[in-house]
């Protein structure tokens, strides 16, 4: 009867004895992740906040392309590249010079250029792609108000078809308090090739829409500039 009895003494005290912590040192903590027992994590994240004058505004203008006369059927091998413009101007009057650029594309990025009286039929249009920027933009700076202001930039997409957004000029971000106005000129081709080579050989206008789009405050390095800012 005793040799039971100690028996059940022994295994209530081994159960307790699993039941309660194992500290090796006085003072030392078993549960952090960290190397050198730092159980603190932190992790800071950035935050912004603007205060401008007014909001960023923009014209664009009417893409200009060689005025060309009507001439003989050319064959249907042949590629005709015809030289364009276009212009428009931002105004930048934030005046907290976060910086922007800009992008031109065709409106619907399908077509760039449509007519009715075209050789092809009714609805003739030009493609998107057959767009291209010919070279970097001329870009002027007009100061307007203020301190200072970003510097104005061209952006190099030389080649870059408008069936997509193409960068064509920003303005650099500027640690300082000024407004400013940017007038922008791209150079533009457009490519004729195959049946659309008969669209020389009639005196019909065309109509086309492109699109200018401008992303503000790029993110540090964001206005991929030459010169760079």
Do not use: H
Not at 22 to 31: D, K
Not at 139 to 155: A, R, S
Not at 161 to 178: D, F, H, K, R, Y
């Amino acid at each position: 009867m005793r040799r039971n009895a100690f028996r059940a003494l022994v295994v209530a005290g081994a159960v307790m004895a699993l039941g309660l912590p194992v500290l090796t040192a006085p003072n030392t903590a078993s549960a952090c992740s960290q190397p050198g027992d730092v159980c603190s994590v932190s992790i800071t994240g950035s935050s912004t906040w603007d205060v401008f004058i007014s909001p960023l505004t923009a014209t664009i203008g009417t893409a200009v392309f060689s005025e060309s006369q009507v001439a003989t059927e050319l064959p249907l091998t042949s590629t005709v590249v015809i030289p364009g413009a276009l212009g428009f101007t931002v105004f930048d009057l934030r005046g907290n010079n976060q910086g922007f650029v800009t992008y031109l594309s065709c409106t619907n990025g399908v077509a760039c250029m449509a007519s009715s009286l075209a050789p092809a039929g009714n609805g003739a249009q030009i493609a998107a792609g057959q767009f291209t920027i010919a070279g970097p933009a001329q870009v002027q700076t007009i100061p307007f108000f203020g301190v200072g202001f970003g510097k104005g930039v061209p952006i190099d997409s030389t080649g870059g078809a408008l069936n997509m957004l193409q960068p064509v000029a920003g303005e650099c971000p500027a640690e300082t308090i000024g407004q400013a106005i940017y007038n922008v000129n791209v150079p533009l081709n457009m490519a004729l090739a195959g049946l659309q080579v008969e669209f020389l050989t009639l005196p019909v206008s065309w109509n086309g829409n492109f699109t200018l789009t401008i992303i503000e405050g790029p993110q540090a390095g964001g206005v991929p500039a030459s010169p760079p800012c």
